[in-house]
């Protein structure tokens, strides 16, 4: 095997994609909660890597988001040079566009780095049809 060869889980990851499910509950409300505690990407600015822990908490419409799926998606950040508030934006961009909750809250717990501990947080909350 060669060492440029890419490992199977490299290319699971950069595949990665949401994938969704029809709720098993159309119609009652429920909060579905994900922790990710292993969030890595890199500083725009130094290319030092950041840690966090991501939290999502989310009431499904119509569709559920696939756990591994979830995994893989974070993962495909660890090399992406993203500023952390950018990552948390786009992580609920990405998570509305797949699955368009009800409701969704992405928080993005941040490892101290330099004396500085960020938390950023984000809300999604679907809007009614105009009749």
């Known amino acids: ?7 199977y889980g490299e290319r699971q990851i ?9 709720n098993p509950r159309i119609g009652r409300r429920y909060e579905i909660h994900i922790t990710l505690p292993e969030f890595t990407c890199k500083c725009p600015f130094s290319g030092y890597p950041d840690f966090a822990t991501i939290h999502i908490t989310y009431v499904p419409d119509q569709r559920v988001v696939e756990l591994k799926a979830i995994k893989l ?3 495909s950040y ?3 040079y993203i500023s952390h508030e950018e990552s948390v934006n786009q992580i609920l961009d990405d998570f509305v566009a797949a699955c ?3 409701e969704a809250h992405i928080k993005g717990d941040f490892a101290p780095r330099g ?8 809300h999604h909350h679907q809007t009614p049809e105009a009749f």
């Open 1 to 7: 095997m060669s060492v440029e060869e890419i490992k």
């Open 14 to 22: 950069a595949e990665g994609k949401l994938i969704t499910f029809p």
């Open 73 to 75: 998606y974070i993962n």
């Open 78 to 80: 660890r090399d992406r």
């Open 100 to 102: 368009d909750p009800l």
């Open 115 to 122: 004396n500085v501990h960020t938390v950023v947080e984000v």
